[in-house]
């Protein structure tokens, strides 16, 4: 027996412990290389894990994405030269889903920005962290400061319980909705929380000194709602919640109209452009793309994985580029691109598995319901 | 009946020239929640540490590999609709397929169960 989907995020060098690896460990995690670190894959199971957060709420450690604050003046005109958000219009406490384009109109990396006190507060994934903080050096004015926070840790609390659960303990996060984030108190501890995450659910995350995000792991895991929750269920929460991750679902050969991130093109930015790609996008964004990123439900109980290819009969039409099996859903699903004439959903194609062939149907994502907490929505 | 492992973690149960193979509690519990399980048709040929089934976890999809070369007489069907069998007895209603032997002195260089322990303990 051996495992056929190695992880790719492995790097060469050994990976790296983070402030919570001892904290992992007694709580029996297996601990396995991720974008450079050792992280856990998973403790009781990912099956259990994912349907505890779904249904309570689960503590997620993603200490190993970068947390970059910029600063300086004219900021928000330098970084819109790299992103197509509206930064100007980005009021503090607020934090908007964004991407790092390249000239072609390529995706470096998806991110989140926020508004914080000190600056612009981003958010920007693990394995690509090192690769963006060049690209900003490269890119932003000399007079931009560009501070890497590496002396702060960064956990995720989510699930529809986690506001119930972490409101005892930093009153006043539940005035907070989704994507809105502030500066709050542990103690005498600063803390900066924002209102989302990357698993569909109502959510937190926090980032706080790595020195004491053990004691403050322990304080949250001690409410009954809450359970550490590893890597591999993060994987299976975000596929049904129809998230892309990057290096699987977006990179460089992606951009954002086909990835189905129009919305992270601002509606100013669209008719100014001005962002990288801008031309090559606007034009995608107007026509439609020549591809689309899309759902598929899979026939039976065979996982569909990322690599595999797509057909209409005998034509090659797209390719899987996430898959797996969803504990939510109790089947196969998986997320792909497909040429725009057979996105639509509702449209029958197949997927080939180890030289079979399975049934699969284009599906709207997500394909379990986004439960965020919005402002001004019922309660 | 003797029972040999394999370095890649299957188990074999011998009675005479038939066989049952599996994969060891070992590695259902490194694969974690079994999802998914092809096994082989009977009548299927396989190889000695040849593709031979396959499982599949929430998060990956692992080879297991014939511990010697024979025909297939039966896969297990229970786990077309119970994979999790595999998780809550992998060495007993959780087998995978059984076979014909093709020549019994192929069964020499797997382990027996002291030795497969120690191996697992040395992982």
Not at chain 1, 40 to 62: C, K, N
Not at chain 2, 66 to 90: K, M, R, Y
Not at chain 2, 99 to 111: A, F, K, Q, R, V
């Amino acid at each position: 027996m051996s495992d056929t989907n190695e992880p790719d995020e492995i790097l060469p060098d050994a990976p790296l412990a983070l402030p919570l690896d001892a904290w992992h460990r007694a709580r029996g995690a297996r601990m396995v290389p991720f974008a450079g670190y050792l992280m856990p894959i998973q403790y009781e199971g990912i099956m259990a894990e994912h349907l505890w957060t779904r249904d309570s709420a689960g503590l997620f450690d993603v200490s190993h994405m970068g947390q970059l604050i910029l600063s300086g003046d004219g900021v928000d005109a330098a970084l819109e030269v790299l992103v197509p958000g509206d930064i100007a219009g980005l009021a503090e406490g607020r934090q908007r889903y964004s991407l790092l384009l390249a000239d072609d109109g390529g995706i470096l990396d998806d991110l989140m920005i926020a508004r914080a006190p000190m600056g612009l507060y981003l958010v920007v994934n693990g394995a690509m962290k090192w690769d963006d903080i060049a690209h900003l050096r490269e890119h932003l004015p000399d007079d931009i400061n560009i501070s890497h926070l590496e002396d702060r840790a960064l956990i995720a609390l989510q699930g529809p319980k986690a506001v119930d659960a972490l409101k005892r303990i930093v009153p006043g996060v539940d005035m907070l909705s989704f994507m809105e984030a502030g500066s709050f108190f542990w103690g005498l501890e600063p803390l900066w929380i924002s209102r989302s995450g990357y698993t569909g659910e109502d959510g937190f995350e926090i980032s706080l000194p790595a020195e004491h995000v053990a004691d403050f792991c322990d304080r949250l895991c001690a409410e009954p709602e809450v359970k550490p929750i590893g890597l591999g269920a993060r994987d299976s929460l975000r596929l049904e919640a129809g998230l892309p991750l990057y290096g699987h679902d977006l990179d460089e050969t992606t951009n954002p109209v086909e990835a189905d991130l129009g919305f992270a093109l601002s509606k100013r930015r669209r008719a100014e452009g001005g962002f990288p790609g801008s031309e090559v996008i606007l034009n995608a964004h107007a026509q439609g793309a020549v591809r689309r990123r899309v759902g598929l439900s899979v026939a039976g109980r065979m996982p569909v994985r990322e690599g595999a290819e797509i057909f209409s009969g005998a034509e090659k039409v797209g390719v899987v580029t996430s898959g797996g099996f969803a504990p939510s859903a109790n089947a196969p699903i998986a997320m792909g691109y497909v040429s725009a004439a057979q996105a639509a959903p509702g449209t029958a194609l197949e997927a080939e598995v180890r030289g079979k062939r399975v049934a699969v149907t284009v599906t709207q994502l997500p394909f379990i319901p986004h439960r965020y907490h919005r402002k001004g929505a019922a309660q | 009946m003797t029972r040999y492992f394999t370095a890649e973690h299957e188990w074999i149960d011998v009675d005479g020239s038939t066989a049952t193979v599996g994969i060891t509690d070992y590695a259902q519990s490194q694969l974690g929640d079994i999802v998914f399980v092809e096994t082989p048709a009977s009548g299927a040929r396989v190889t000695k540490g040849g593709d031979a089934a396959v499982v599949e976890s929430v998060k990956a999809a692992s080879d297991v590999y014939a511990p010697v070369s024979g025909t297939v007489s039966e896969g297990n069907d229970a786990l077309a609709d119970d994979p999790a069998l595999v998780n809550s007895d992998p060495e007993g209603e959780g087998w995978f397929f059984k076979l014909t032997l093709d020549d019994p002195s192929e069964l020499d260089g797997l382990m027996d169960d002291a030795a497969y322990k120690a191996f697992i303990a040395g992982l």
